[in-house]
């Protein structure tokens, strides 16, 4: 199990349970509970950050959305939308 390192982003309360013998963080996005990993550790940050900090819309981001990059499909860890529907940032 990797330690809760601080990030370079501003603190939340992330909601973290046990069961199982694992850690869940829950996502705000998906509405449920998720393993805690690294990198969702970094995903769940900048949401909050986004959301919070930054005051922009939940409801514009997608979590492991498919998009297609040239002729191949890919996987994004986080797309951002803007007000028009077009994607504006991927992470």
């Known amino acids: 199990m990797?330690?809760?390192?601080?990030l370079n982003l501003p603190p939340f309360k992330a909601k973290i349970s046990r069961k199982n013998n694992a850690i869940y963080i829950f996502d705000e996005?998906?509405?449920?509970e998720l393993v805690l990993t690294p990198e969702e550790w970094v995903r769940q940050h900048w949401i909050n950050y986004l959301s919070l900090i930054k005051?922009?819309?939940k409801?514009?981001?997608?979590i492991e959305g498919g998009l297609k990059l040239n002729s191949l499909q890919k996987r994004s860890d986080l797309?951002?939308?803007n007000n028009q529907?077009?994607?504006?940032v991927l992470a």
């Not at 990797?2 to 601080?6: A, G, H, I, R």
């Not at 996005?29 to 449920?32: A, E």
């Not at 409801?59 to 997608?62: E, W, Y």
Request: hydrophobic share 40%; aromatic share 18%.
């Open 85 to 88: 529907g077009f994607k504006v």
């Open 59 to 62: 409801s514009l981001m997608n």
């Open 79 to 81: 797309l951002i939308y």
């Open 2 to 6: 990797f330690s809760l390192t601080p």
């Open 55 to 57: 005051n922009y819309p």
């Open 29 to 32: 996005l998906r509405k449920k």
